[in-house]
C-alpha cells in the first residue's frame, strides 16, 4: 500500500464518489479529532429520510462493544458513523449488526475483490484476525427509533501496543493495494443506503445465505461466555440472526445481546 494513497479525508471527494439515491440527504461531517463519532451523532438531532454521516481523523474515547475502547489512532484508520431515523422498533431489527458487516464486505470485494469473513455478530476477519467491528447504538427521539451505526476499520495501522488481542489491517495483509479511505467509506454508504430499504423490509433472512458463505464461525471450537466451563462449537445462524451453538452436544440458540463468544485456539 503506497503512502500516496494515505489521503487525507476529504467531504467533496466522499460526496464525489456516492453512488446512491439522488433523493437522500446525506449530511457529511469530518472531524480532525474528535471523543467518539457514534457519540456525536448520539447527540444530533436526526430526521427520517436522512441520512448524517461523521467521520475523523482521529478518536479520543472510540467506543468499542461491552465497554470497551476502541483504538483509534491519528489518520490510520476508518471511524465513520452513520446516523438515521427509522419508523421501526429494534426488536425488528434482529441481525441489523450482521447487514452491516455484509454491506462492509461486499465493498471490499468490489473495490479489492478482498474476501472478509464476519465473526458473528459483527466483527470483520481478515486471515482469521480482526481488522474491523461495528457499534450500533440506539435511542427513542419522539417515539422514532434514532440509530447510529459505527465502524472502525484498521487500514493502514502497522503497529499498536495497546490492543490486548490478535488484530490486523488492510496493510498488513495486503500491503501492495491502494486505498483512499474516500473511496471505501462512499462505497461503504453507498452499500448500505442502496440496501437499507430492503433489509427492513424483508429482515435478516434475506442476507443468511450470503453470511453462510463468510461466517468465520461455523464448526470452530469456541469459548462462550455464559457457557464457561461446556465444550462449545458454532454452528449455523438462524434467520432471525440468532447463533445456534452445540453446547456439551445440545443445541442452543443464543442471541448477539447475551453472549460475548472467542474462537478457541
Ligand atoms: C467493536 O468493539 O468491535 C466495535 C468497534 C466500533 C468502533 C467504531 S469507530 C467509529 C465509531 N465510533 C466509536 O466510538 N465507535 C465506533
Known sequence: MKDVNQNKLNS???HSFLNIDKNLKVNLEIFDQIDSTNSYLLNKK???????VCIAEMQTKGKGRSG????????????????????????E??????FIALMICDALKDLYKIKAKIKWPNDLYLENKKFGGILIETKMVNKKLSIVIGIGLNIFMKTNEFINQEWTSLYIEKPFLEVDRNILISKII?????NLNYFLEKGFKAFKKDFDKRNIL???KVLVSNFSSSDCTALDVNEDGSL????????????SGEVSLKIQK
Do not use: R
Open 244 to 255: 445456534n451453538l452445540l453446547v456439551d452436544n445440545l443445541k442452543q440458540k443464543v442471541t
Open 46 to 52: 436526526q430526521a427520517v429520510n436522512e441520512l448524517n
Open 12 to 14: 467533496e471527494n466522499i
Open 93 to 98: 431489527l434482529d441481525g441489523f449488526s450482521i
Open 218 to 220: 461455523k464448526n470452530k
Open 190 to 194: 453507498s452499500e448500505i443506503s442502496n
Open 68 to 91: 470497551k475502547i476502541w483504538e483509534s489512532p491519528k489518520e490510520k484508520n476508518i471511524y465513520l458513523s452513520i446516523g438515521s431515523v427509522l419508523d421501526k422498533e429494534i426488536s
